[in-house]
Each structure stands twice: as C-alpha cells, then as structure tokens.
C-alpha cells in the first residue's frame, strides 16, 4: 500500500483540527459542556438533513411526544452532539489523571468475575455521543479491543488509531471477522456496538422502540462461540462528570431463534438509551431499511 503524504495541502485542515483539539483538551470539564451546547444549538439550525434524521427516529421511538416534545429532545440531542467535540478530543489529548477524576464505574465486580472466570467477554454497547471517551475511560482499568470502522479521513483515522493504541486499545477493523473472533478466543474483551442498519442481508427484522428494525445477526453468532458472554455496558454524561455502568448477561442468550436474539439485543439498547435519550447518536439513519413494501422514513 502506498505510503499517504500526510503534508499535502489537502491535510492542512485536518491538522487544524487536530491542533484545535489538543487545545479544547486543556478546558475544564463545565466550559467544555458550555460551549459545546452552543455549537450543538448552532448545528441544529445548519445541519438541515441530520436534523431532519433525528426528528424523524425520536418520533418514531417515542410516539408518545408531541411535536413540540421531539424538537425539544432532538435540540438537546444537537447539544450533545457539541459536547461531543470536546469529548472526542479529551478521548485522544486529555492526561490521564485529569481524566480519571471525571468518572465513576458502577458494578465493575460484573466484568471482574467473567475475567476472573477466564470468559471471553462481549462489551455490548450502544452509539452515544460520549462513546470515544467512555471507550478511553474503560481503557484506564482494563484492556480491550475496539471493534472500529475506518474514517474517510486518512489522516484523521491514523490519528484516531494512533491514540486509541497509545491508550493500550487494540483495534479491530469491523469488517476484519477473523482477527475479531481470534482476539475474543484470545481472552481480551470486545468493544461491540451492533446497533447500526448495515443492510438487510446479515439482518433480521426486530422491534426497537416498537419499531421493526433490521439488527445485525453477529452478535448472537459471537455469543454463541464456546465459552462467550455478553455484558451490557452503558455510559453517559451527568452534571459533574461521567458514569460507567456494567450489567448483568442476558439469561438465556443466544438462543436457536435470530429474531428471539435481535430481539433481546435491542431490548439493552433501549435501555442504555432510556438512561440518556439525549445522548444517543439519532442522526444515524436506523431504519434506513424497511421491511418489504414497506416505504422509506426518510
């Protein structure tokens, strides 16, 4: 493969932001939300599409909410989404005694005892705003493998990857099956997020919020590799810092039935969620697909 030239000018912005980032790193934990808001509020009036995505997949999992209650959840959600830039860059910049002031780990005994246990373990985790920092937090007291999809960026995914290992991850390519399933053999715990519509094929048609959505088949395939449990890991901003949350293994999980199985690993996704709806990654187009006949939400 050929060597990029990380100094063409076509990377000058890249490196701005990296630079921009290392800086960002040095502000305290409340400006760094303070601010962030206010991009967040900025973003939701510019970016029109990924707004419109939000809109839509609150609405659809919480038809409960008025309109008037979705725009008020997907504004929070955009704010987030702020916070989120600082969060990124505290993931790869901030050091690390600064960090670990900012968080606490509830039930850590859980992954303890599977470890202990010589499991090979299955962190199960959703896609939430502050995910690449809570990733960096549980790399201070514990090693695991990052199951990751490259960025369109060369410069920015080398960065990424560069300081993920640094922090002591180790990174696995999502589309890398047989190093994934090797390093989970191997004893070291994955970093699994399956809750992204990758298509109808690897899929089955489950209820998420009620609504029938396309859930990957690996995870259950993965649990169902000899002596592999799956341990739901939920994270989330609070007023004063961060929390980590271990629970239990599903019961009875894999079982012979995929959509008895998309259905379970949904029914945790939704409740990390409902512990911060307005930290989870709505502008991801989740019900992209449909089941047949059935028209597009977006």
């Known amino acids: 493969m050929k060597k990029q030239n990380f100094y063409h000018l076509k990377f000058i912005p890249t490196w701005i932001l990296i630079s921009l980032m290392k800086l960002s790193a040095k502000l305290s934990f409340k400006t760094q939300v303070a601010i962030g808001k206010v991009i967040g509020r900025v973003l939701y009036r510019l970016l029109n599409k990924f707004r419109r995505i939000a809109l839509i997949n609150i609405a659809k999992c919480f038809p409960h909410k008025s309109q008037a209650e979705v725009r008020y959840l997907a504004k929070k959600n955009f704010e987030s989404i702020g916070i989120a830039l600082f969060e990124s860059a505290n993931c790869f910049y901030l ?6 002031k900012r968080y606490n780990i509830n039930n850590i005994h859980i992954l303890e005892e599977a470890l202990a246990q010589k499991k090979n373990v299955i962190l199960l985790v959703g896609h939430f705003t502050t995910m690449m920092l809570a990733g960096r937090m549980l790399l201070q007291n514990f090693k695991f493998a990052d199951v990751y999809r490259p960025q369109n960026n060369a ?3 080398t960065e990424m990857t560069k300081q993920f290992i640094k922090h002591g991850s180790t990174m696995i390519k999502a589309k890398d099956s047989r190093a994934l399933i090797k390093t989970l053999k191997s004893g070291l715990p994955i970093w699994y997020a399956p809750d992204q519509d990758l298509g109808i094929k690897h899929s089955t048609f489950a209820p998420f919020f009620g609504v029938q959505t396309a ?12 002596n592999t449990v799956i341990i739901p890991l939920s994270f989330s901003r609070k007023k004063s810092g961060y929390e980590l949350d271990f629970s239990h293994p599903p019961k009875d999980y894999p079982v012979a039935d995929a959509q008895d199985n998309a259905r379970i690993t949904n029914h945790i996704l939704e409740a990390q969620i409902l512990q911060a709806p307005e930290q989870y990654l709505w502008i991801h187009r989740r019900f992209k697909s449909r089941p047949e006949n059935e028209e597009s939400f977006y």
């Open 155 to 157: 410069l920015f995914d």
């Open 95 to 100: 050091d690390d005694a600064t960090l670990r």
């Open 215 to 226: 859930t990957i088949n690996a995870t259950a395939k993965l649990a169902n590799i000899e």
